[in-house]
């Protein structure tokens, strides 16, 4: 894990400076370290569950922004698609795009289980276009970054097909290095931008954008410039890079990435493609972008944390953890590992944490079947263990036991804790020592498992 890897700069920065450095510099050599460690954390756990919108979602959006985008209908069955296809071709399409909407990449070279090959395809027929959709509707479609079953498509997108002449990449995102948004594009658009700042770093181009000023014109130009823009359609590219930064700010996006950002034929610009990120803590302001969220497609067990209030990441193994704070709970997942377990989850309780989130979280870990047995790792600083504590025995009392749960409780309220749970009908099994928690949970499992 990275986490490790920074773990381990740390001890060597100790071993390798203790002799030549001031106490002082070893340390402020060592906050550094630990600092990216909890930016690390931070932004792989607290962040990670984001809101997700299919592509149609931001493209009607961007559409209501003045954006430039392709003209499209959303369908559900084959005859409604069947009907699209009519009205696009009579009005404005030579040829029409059919896309499956899922959230997951790569639909293109996906499979469904009718026996369709890709999620994305094209025909000029009306009646192809409602037998292409029959096939995807209430079918699974499999790619690289779906479950091996497929994810159930429910809707469909047709859209206009339009040639691209030349595709260019465009992203506004959040910088916390420069502390602000930053304008990134390139004239490589159309692969992964990944790809391009690996093989031709000098195609990546990015201009800081001040928060106080906001976009000026000049840099919107600038930038259509950089991407091979020329003449009148550097203008209307500039344009749309404006309109762009004022839905960033509208928003409260934290990434918006077209890819591709291209121009057609006939000297328009157009966002084929749109990514859209957005502030969870500006959800209160965003009330209709979050109501579109679909959670069909999410780890429901993500979901249901989210709705608690709980931080929950599901992963392979069986030994199912909570903990407070990302970093014990980071902790408690490596001595896991170190003695021979699978940690099933991250799971954050957080530092406000009531005995109703704890009766929560015991639900998402008991009703995952892989989790075989339950680790409580509490340092209660903030946390008072006496409220988890009452919270355990709750949640035994209302869930039943039926695996092994090892607790382990250290800090504020930690004798009232430990009475609770040492006056519980339920077979808990306390540990004061951190190790001995891990060291005994892992032997549980095994134990079950012969």
């Known amino acids: 894990m990275k986490s490790q890897a920074l773990l381990r700069q740390c001890y060597s920065t100790v071993r390798q400076n203790s002799a030549i450095c001031t106490t002082y510099q070893v340390f402020m050599k060592i906050n550094n370290i630990l600092e990216n460690i909890y930016l690390f954390i931070y932004f792989?756990?607290?962040?990670?569950?984001?809101?997700?919108?299919?592509?149609?979602?931001?493209k009607k959006i961007l559409h209501d922004n003045?954006?430039?985008?392709?003209?499209?209908?959303?369908?559900e069955n084959h005859q409604d698609a069947k009907r699209a296809g009519e009205e696009l071709m009579k009005t404005i399409a030579k040829e029409l795009v059919i896309k499956a909407q899922i959230l997951a990449g790569g639909r293109g070279k996906g499979t469904f289980?009718?026996?369709?090959?890709?999620?994305?395809?094209?025909?000029?027929?009306?009646?192809?276009c409602g037998n292409i959709v029959k096939q995807m509707i209430k079918h699974r479609l499999v790619t690289k970054q779906t479950p091996p079953e497929g994810v159930e498509v429910q809707k469909v997108m047709v859209a206009e097909a339009l040639d691209i002449e030349r595709e260019t990449y465009l992203a506004i995102l959040l910088d916390r290095a420069y502390g602000g948004a930053v304008l990134m594009g390139s004239p490589m658009g159309g692969v992964d931008i990944e790809e391009v700042a690996e093989k031709h770093p000098n195609q990546i181009f990015t201009i800081a954008i001040d928060p106080m000023i906001g976009m000026k014109k000049e840099q919107a130009l600038d930038m259509a410039k950089k991407l091979g823009f020329k003449n009148k359609l550097a203008d209307e590219a500039a344009d749309q890079i404006l309109k762009l930064y004022k839905l960033f700010l509208k928003y409260d996006c934290t990434q918006i990435e077209i890819n591709p950002f291209g121009e057609t034929p006939d000297?328009?610009?157009?966002?084929?493609?749109?990514?859209?990120?957005?502030?969870?803590?500006?959800?209160f302001r965003q009330k209709t972008?979050?109501?579109q969220e679909d959670t069909t497609e999410s780890d429901q067990r993500e979901v249901e944390a989210t709705n608690a209030g709980l931080n929950y990441i599901g992963l392979q193994g069986n030994i199912g953890c909570l903990v407070n704070g990302a970093g014990l709970a980071m902790a408690t997942m490596d001595i896991i590992k170190l003695y021979g377990g699978e940690p099933a989850n991250f799971l954050d309780v957080g530092g406000g944490v009531r005995e109703e989130q704890v009766l929560d979280a015991f639900k998402i870990l008991f009703n995952d079947n892989q989790v075989k047995a339950v680790l409580v790792n509490i340092f209660g600083g903030i946390v008072n263990c006496a409220i988890i504590a009452n919270g355990i025995e709750k949640a035994c009392k209302k869930l039943g036991l039926k695996i092994p749960l090892v607790v382990r409780l250290q800090g504020t309220n930690m004798d009232e804790a430990r009475r609770i749970l040492n006056q519980s009908s339920f077979p808990i099994t306390a540990e004061n020592d951190f190790e001995k928690a891990a060291q005994k949970v892992v032997s549980l499992v095994k134990t079950s498992s012969k």
């Open 66 to 75: 003045n954006l430039n985008v392709q003209r499209f209908q959303v369908v």
């Open 113 to 128: 289980d009718s026996g369709l090959k890709g999620g994305v395809k094209l025909t000029k027929d009306p009646v192809e």
């Open 267 to 283: 000297k328009r610009v157009i966002n084929f493609d749109a990514k859209l990120s957005f502030d969870d803590s500006a959800k």
């Open 289 to 291: 972008v979050f109501d």
């Open 44 to 58: 792989h756990f607290k962040s990670r569950r984001w809101i997700s919108l299919h592509e149609y979602q931001s």
